[in-house]
């Protein structure tokens, strides 16, 4: 099945370059002397590995920050992908074409003016091999290495990558503008906040890329949000269970999370 592959790549300068599938989210290509990584996938709207030939034609590895359909889906064009294991569960779920079908009629519009048919949820061009990644591995690409630190929040499976050479991390949709804690996959905001904390230090200057919305994301912004997730972790668990959302004048930067998911 055809798909298109004229997606926006856009180079950030020493060998990465950010891949925008048609407004939805970011994936990133990391290219060292011998070896490329592909962080995130997309939702497979476009065929990521064709636009991916077109900048490299070095081995290529494909990591994943988290399992959700917009990060994952784009991993049928590829015969293997690094997810973390506590996410293998929902990574299998969206690689079910009938949950596939729902997320494209969630994408309607750009389903639609990007010409995907609900058919391609049908596509069997690959099943990926799913393969672990742990906190700690290491992809050597030659002249810089991509670490793996585990950040789970976003999902119980959240990880978050560093690139030596330039110090930048992928966070994908652990921390942004809009960080979402409240799908059922998610963990608690407590052990959001570790992760987050994490990613402030490791990030030190250098750029923060996310999946979505403002990139990169500032210092400021993600010290904003670990201040308001402390203080709603301080506030501890309340019932009932009830999505809230904690912003402060202007609709960005918010966390929302579940009431009763605190701790
Ligand atoms: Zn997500």
Redesign the pocket.
């Known amino acids: 099945m055809k798909r298109r592959t004229d997606i926006e790549l856009i180079p950030l300068g020493e060998g990465i370059w950010r891949i925008n599938e048609f407004d939805l989210v970011n994936c990133y290509l990391v290219e060292g002397e011998e070896k490329a990584c592909l962080i995130d996938t997309g939702a497979g709207l476009a065929d990521i590995a064709a636009a991916v030939k077109t900048l490299t034609d070095k081995p290529l590895t494909v990591l994943v920050t988290?399992a959700?359909e917009?990060?994952l889906g784009g991993g049928v064009w590829f015969p293997e992908v690094f997810v973390h294991p506590a996410d293998f569960r929902t990574a299998r779920l969206y690689f079910n074409p009938f949950i596939k079908m729902g997320f494209l009629h969630t994408q309607n519009k750009r389903r639609k003016s990007h010409a995907v048919s609900y058919l391609a949820a049908f596509q069997r061009d690959y099943r990926p091999k799913l393969l672990p990644v742990n906190d700690g591995d290491a992809f050597d690409l030659g002249g810089r290495t991509i670490e793996t630190y585990f950040t789970p929040g976003?999902?119980v499976g959240s990880v978050t990558f560093r690139d030596t050479r330039t110090g930048a991390v992928f966070v994908?949709?652990n921390v942004n503008l809009l960080t979402t804690l409240q799908y059922p996959c998610a963990a608690s905001l407590e052990v959001w906040l570790q992760g987050a904390e994490k990613t402030l230090e490791l990030a030190g200057d250098a750029p923060i890329y996310t999946g979505h919305g403002k990139n990169p994301l500032s210092k400021e912004d993600l010290e904003t949000l670990i201040g308001w997730g402390k203080e709603l972790a301080a506030a501890g668990n309340a019932t009932p269970g009830k999505v809230k959302t904690r912003r402060g004048e202007s609709k960005f930067p918010c966390i929302v999370y579940r009431t009763n998911r605190v701790k």
């Open positions: 988290h959700h917009d990060h976003h999902s994908g949709d």
